[in-house]
């Protein structure tokens, strides 16, 4: 049996689904935290919203590592926010990055962003998708928290709330929040969204493959050129 198989026996991901249905954003946090312990980890983008998963999380575990990917190609707004809140929250911050530079990643491959679904694909699964394989890994994660919500897309609508991806489970403590759920929560405990919230930027991702919300836009449209919504890292496909 590989570690894998014996990870995914010790958990049952329909039985922790069931289990967590119906608790609050803080019982599945700390539930997650009473099952997993320090194999239990959070995953950020730092984006629009993300300071309400950090502070949820962070109230309960204040050690939780904190995974970050910096692709290299972020806002400059991102980098100030995710300073921000790590000060503020005094954040346990892991940061992954790919194993190439940003300029080494183009010499070789050029911009693999402006060459279709399969360049993003590549770009994604280089720059994301394997730094968080091996933050996972070497942070001996069993389970991890992300801030996924349902109403963010129509890739999500569907999420359960603990679900298994590779051989961890993957737990959503807020995935039936709405957007007003999250204004709440921020304005309550004086939290702040993005710095480009304002500016129109409703999913930040890299500089490169995210636009504002227009009018003729939908959410879904404003990541990836509208070609895709998932980078690859909350695909169970992906491997992760």
């Known amino acids: 049996m590989t570690t894998a198989d014996t990870l995914a026996a010790a958990v049952d991901p329909t039985a922790a689904d069931r289990r967590l249905s119906g608790a609050s954003p803080s019982e599945r946090v700390s539930w997650a935290l009473g099952q ?22 962070t109230r309960i575990a204040p050690g939780i590592p904190v995974v970050f990917i910096d692709t290299g190609y972020l806002f400059p707004e991102t980098y100030q926010f995710a300073d921000l809140l790590t000060r503020r929250l005094r954040l346990n911050l892991r940061v992954y990055r790919a194993a190439e530079s940003p300029a080494w990643l183009e010499a070789r491959h050029g911009k693999l962003w402006e060459k279709g679904a399969e360049g993003l694909a590549t770009y994604n699964q280089i720059v994301k998708v394997e730094p968080m394989q091996r933050a996972l890994s070497e942070l001996g994660a069993r389970a991890w928290l992300a801030g996924l919500r349902r109403v963010q897309s129509s890739t999500r609508e569907n ?3 603990a679900s298994l991806q590779d051989s961890r489970l993957k737990i959503l403590p807020i995935l039936e929040w709405t957007d007003r759920d999250v204004h709440r929560y921020l304005t309550e405990n004086d939290l702040p969204y993005h710095p480009l919230w304002e500016k129109g930027y409703v999913s930040i991702g890299d500089v490169h493959t995210t636009r504002p919300l227009t009018g003729e836009m939908t959410p879904e449209e404003t990541r990836f050129f509208g070609i895709k919504r998932e980078c690859g890292i909350h695909d169970p496909a992906s491997g992760i």
Do not use: E, I, N
């Open 36 to 57: 997993f312990g320090d194999a239990l980890v959070l995953s950020t983008s730092f984006g629009a919203q993300s300071a309400v998963m950090l502070h949820l999380a």
């Open 159 to 161: 999420l359960p709330v």
